[in-house]
Structures are given as structure tokens and as C-alpha cells.
């Protein structure tokens, strides 16, 4: 069987997402006054649902695409379109990864995966 070239493209674009608000998350806390540190804490506990979100989602994405089951590509895209509406300000980040997502579902239904 071959393997969805669509989800691989999308799990890792969402690891290097995932990577860089870690980091930029990070970098915030340790960079900058008492007040910086604490518009940090506010903006990370305003996006923990969106984390948690895409993070579960990361993780449907990598088992939908090793064990070739288009239910996990399915569940993959709506994660991803919920966590774009949790956190609408990072909306264009999630939206190539939400549409590989629903392509990939719909080509491995398709395809009878």
C-alpha cells in the first residue's frame, strides 16, 4: 500500500508549526521584563486549547498516515479546523495542513484505504 504523500506534508509542516510556538513560547519567557514575561503567560494560557488541539491532531496525523485509515485522516481535519477556530489569530498557519488533511481523506476513501 502506499502512504498519503498528503498527510506526510501536512504532520510535517504541523511539527515545524508546533516547533516554532514552542520556541516562540519559550523565547518569551526567558527574554524581557516582568511585564513581558507576564503578556507571555496570558498569551500562552489563551493558547493552550489551540496546543492541545493541534498537538492531539499531530498525533491522529502520524498514525493516519502510517496505518493508512482514512477515519484518522478525517479526525486529523477537523482538529485542525478546530483549532483554527480556537485560535483564529494563527488561522492562515493551520489552513494548508487542514486542507491536506480533508484532500487526503477524501482520495484515501476514494481509493478504498
Not at 498519503?4 to 506534508?9: A, E, N, P
Not at 511539527?15 to 516554532?20: D, K, N, P, S, T
Not at 484532500?103 to 482520495?107: D, N
Given at each position: 500500500m502506499r502512504k498519503?504523500?498528503?498527510?506526510?506534508?501536512s504532520w510535517l509542516l504541523v511539527?515545524?508549526?508546533?516547533?516554532?510556538m514552542i520556541m516562540s513560547i519559550s523565547k518569551g519567557f526567558a527574554d524581557g521584563s516582568d511585564f513581558e514575561k507576564l503578556g507571555t503567560a496570558v498569551m500562552t494560557m489563551m493558547m493552550y486549547p489551540h496546543l492541545i488541539t493541534v498537538a492531539i491532531g499531530l498525533l491522529f496525523n502520524i498514525l493516519g498516515w502510517a496505518l493508512h485509515k482514512p477515519g484518522y485522516a478525517l479526525t486529523v481535519a477537523i482538529l485542525y479546523t478546530v483549532g483554527m477556530v480556537l485560535f483564529p489569530f494563527?488561522?492562515?498557519m493551520l489552513l494548508v495542513q487542514t486542507i491536506l488533511s480533508y484532500?487526503?481523506?477524501?482520495?484515501m476513501k476514494r481509493e478504498g484505504w
Open positions: 498519503s504523500i498528503m498527510l506526510l506534508v511539527l515545524v508549526y508546533m516547533a516554532l494563527f488561522f492562515f484532500v487526503a481523506y477524501a482520495k
